[in-house]
C-alpha cells in the first residue's frame, strides 16, 4: 500500500480539490463580510440622515410655540381692551342717567348710546377675529416650509407684510360708529368716557 507523503503525492487531486473549495469559501466569506460592512455603513448614513427631520419638526415646535405666544398675547391685550371699552360704556351710560331731566330725556340718550356700544363691541370681536386669522396664517406657512424642507424642496418664502399689518391694524383705536357720528350728546358722553 501507499502512502501519501510529500515524496509520494498520491493524494495531489484531492489536495487540490480542498485547497480549492477552502479558498472559494474564504472568497464568499470576504465577500460576505464586506458586504455586511457597506449594508452597515448604508444604515448608519440613512440613521444620520434621520437627525435633520427631527431638527427640522423641532424646529417648528418651537416657532409654533412663538405663534401661539404672540398670539395669546394679542388676544389678552385686545380682550383687555373689550373689557375696558364695556366699562367705560356703563360708566356713559350710567353718567347720561344721572344727566337725563326726564324719564323721555333717559330712554331717549339710551336708546342713542345703543350703536355705539354695539359697534364698539362689534369692532372688538372682529379684531379678535383679525388676531385668529392672522395667527392661522402664519402656522399654515411655518407647516408648508417644514413639509417642504422635509420633502427635499426649497422651503417657499414667508410674507412678511402679512405680520406687519396685524401689528398695524392692531394698534389702532376702535372707529366712532356712523350711527353716532352726528349726535352730539353721544359723542359728548363717549369722549367724557374716553
Not at 40 to 47: P, S
Not at 122 to 127: I, L, N, Q, V
Not at 156 to 163: C, E, F, L, P, S
Amino acid at each position: 500500500m501507499l502512502h501519501c507523503t510529500k515524496e509520494n503525492p498520491v493524494n495531489l487531486p484531492i489536495e487540490n480539490s480542498m485547497s480549492e473549495i477552502a479558498q472559494k469559501a474564504r472568497g464568499r466569506y470576504e465577500d460576505a463580510v464586506k458586504g455586511a460592512r457597506q449594508r452597515t455603513e448604508k444604515a448608519a448614513g440613512r440613521v444620520s440622515k434621520g437627525k435633520k427631520p427631527v431638527k427640522t419638526i423641532s424646529r417648528l415646535g418651537l416657532k409654533l410655540s412663538g405663534v401661539s405666544h404672540r398670539t395669546a398675547d394679542k388676544l389678552w391685550k385686545q380682550q383687555t381692551r373689550l373689557v375696558e371699552g364695556q366699562i367705560d360704556a356703563v360708566a356713559g351710560r350710567l353718567k347720561a342717567a344721572a344727566d337725563a331731566e326726564d324719564l323721555r330725556d333717559l330712554l331717549k340718550t339710551q336708546i342713542e348710546l345703543v350703536p355705539a356700544n354695539t359697534g364698539r363691541f362689534a369692532d372688538e370681536a372682529r379684531e379678535a377675529l383679525k388676531i385668529f386669522k392672522g395667527a392661522g396664517g402664519e402656522i399654515r406657512e411655518l407647516v408648508k416650509g417644514t413639509v417642504a424642507e422635509l420633502k427635499g424642496e426649497k422651503p417657499v418664502a414667508r410674507k412678511a407684510t402679512a405680520r406687519k399689518k396685524t401689528r398695524a391694524t392692531a394698534k389702532k383705536p376702535a372707529p366712532v360708529s356712523p350711527a353716532t357720528a352726528g349726535n352730539d350728546q353721544a359723542a359728548s358722553l363717549q369722549g367724557n368716557i374716553e
